[in-house]
């Protein structure tokens, strides 16, 4: 599909508008954007577009530009618009991932889990000087809405204490590709949360952790941490969250912060009493 067919497009049509032609609607068992949807003024459009196109179980693939990307296109987009429109427009989330590369070293990259708060709670700077890229899948299921209008998550859930919406989603340790491939085969390693000291007040409990754990956040890089926090094997957060959320919120939030882990539990308990079991994995 394209705005023209001087490129030999199959179907001519532009995003940006609304009247999306009858026979398009729910045919497409995929629908795969590998760079255009930045070139799109209207992406509320775009994205319904997309959405009405695709069959009930049908495929969503985006990959879009995040950073250092500039004038490519109108937008950079950052990962918690993938996340959050299509968490309300009741897709279900499959994959979410940020790669990150150099222009002079062509063929490697770093690729990372892009979840809800992996780069910060709104943070300002903390992208590096790399290029980088989303790339996100989505499956429309039987219920899904062609149509959302999302309110950004990460601020969202303070007024209405909902969990964020990509812990759905599978987290994994980053990873070094060169050409296409892994580098190296790594398994993350894991470490039971065994005991954790209570605030006095608030829904912060702290544990330090081992040595062997490598450093977290800190004040020149407040997005350091790789680490997944897990509450019986479901992923919690957002990570990286400022010590005020962890407190005030809680629903799972954490930091790890140098050598300690801050963290709340998914429903305020106490973790060294409520039966679950707390492991960290990087």
């Not at 959050?84 to 427009?89: E, Q, R, S």
């Not at 894991?190 to 800190?218: C, F, K, M, R, Y």
């Not at 005030?248 to 300690?260: C, R, V």
Request: overall charge negative.
């Amino acid at each position: 599909m394209d705005v023209s067919r001087y490129e030999g497009a199959d179907f001519e049509f532009d995003l940006n508008n609304e009247d999306l032609p009858t026979e398009l609607v729910g045919r497409f068992g995929v629908v795969l954007n590998g760079g255009t949807l930045e070139h799109v003024f209207h992406v509320p459009n775009a994205l319904t577009n997309i959405t009405r196109m695709l069959k009930p179980g049908g495929l969503a693939i985006h990959i879009l530009p995040m950073s250092n990307c500039i004038d490519h296109g109108f937008y950079q987009f950052s990962p918690t618009l993938m996340l959050d429109y299509y968490a309300a427009a009741r897709y279900e989330l499959l994959h979410s991932a940020s790669i990150h590369f150099e222009i002079q070293a062509p063929g490697s990259c770093q690729v990372r889990p892009a979840l809800t708060g992996s780069f910060g709670e709104g943070l300002l700077g903390t992208m590096d000087n790399k290029i980088a890229f989303h790339m996100f899948a989505a499956r429309k299921l039987p219920n899904s809405l062609d149509k959302a209008v999302p309110i950004q998550s990460l601020y969202g859930r303070k007024f209405t204490g909902e969990a964020p919406i990509s812990r759905s989603i599978d987290w994994f340790a980053p990873f070094e590709m060169k050409d296409g491939k892994r580098t190296t085969a790594y398994k993350p390693r894991e470490v039971l949360i065994s005991s954790a000291s209570g605030a006095s007040d608030g829904q912060t409990w702290t544990s330090i952790l081992p040595d062997h754990v490598p450093p977290g956040d800190n004040n020149s890089n407040p997005i350091a941490s790789v680490l997944g926090l897990f509450e019986d094997g479901k992923l919690l957060g957002p990570p990286h969250s400022s010590h005020e959320t962890i407190r005030t919120i809680g629903k799972g939030a954490y930091s790890h912060w140098g050598s300690a882990l801050y963290f709340s539990t998914s429903d305020g308990s106490d973790p060294n009493t409520n039966g679950r079991r707390y492991t960290c994995k990087f």
